[in-house]
């Protein structure tokens, strides 16, 4: 589950909050009744923040690392789609791929390069057509570009570019 941290770090919050609310009231109408004395106060104030500060520490952590999570995932469904996009349709308008995952055209160049980084995506991409094509890499195994039929360059870890037409192909 992907907001479980941050579930679990508001439940921490939530009975810390309580915990000490509760103690201020029963330590505040013993002060008031003249049945505890200003040192039992201060050892039952002692007790209560031993208690409440580490849930209420916890759970902010949590909250906050549920928060990075949840967007991380969000990023990670992204590039989902964008596989399952290309890899279904074979090829696919960077347009379109911007338009499905409500985000610009450089969001979805970086999403490309991470999935190539990774090692998830084969293909080509011809950024003036602004078109994405999925290609087997024994497709691609060739020196010439699958677009226009010019020598390819290698212009970094699996990405070479053709340079006559700009298209990248994303290799193994």
């Known amino acids: 589950m992907v907001a479980s941290g941050r579930i679990t770090g508001i439940i921490m919050l ?5 915990i000490a609310l509760g103690a201020v009231v029963w330590l505040g109408s013993g002060m008031a009744e003249g049945t505890l004395r200003g040192s039992g106060f201060a050892l039952g104030l002692i007790v209560v923040l ?4 580490p849930l209420a520490g916890g759970g902010i ?13 969000g990023e990670i469904e992204k590039e989902r789609k964008i596989l399952n996009m ?12 911007a338009l499905e995952l409500k985000t610009n055209r450089d969001q979805v ?8 980084g990774k ?5 080509y991409i011809n ?3 602004g078109i994405l094509y999925a290609k087997a890499a024994s497709e691609l195994a060739t020196t010439k570009c ?14 070479v570019k053709c340079p006559f037409c700009g298209a990248e192909i994303f290799i193994p």
């Open 14 to 18: 939530a009975i810390g909050l309580i």
């Open 50 to 53: 031993i208690l409440v500060l």
């Open 61 to 73: 952590y949590l909250m906050i690392r549920g928060q990075s999570e949840a967007k991380e995932y």
């Open 86 to 97: 290309v890899e279904t349709q074979g090829q696919v308008k960077v347009a379109d791929v």
């Open 109 to 116: 160049k970086g999403y490309i390069y991470d999935l190539v």
């Open 119 to 123: 090692g998830l995506f084969t293909g």
């Open 127 to 129: 950024w003036n057509d």
């Open 146 to 159: 699958p677009n226009c039929g010019g020598v390819r360059e290698l212009v970094g870890k699996g990405v």
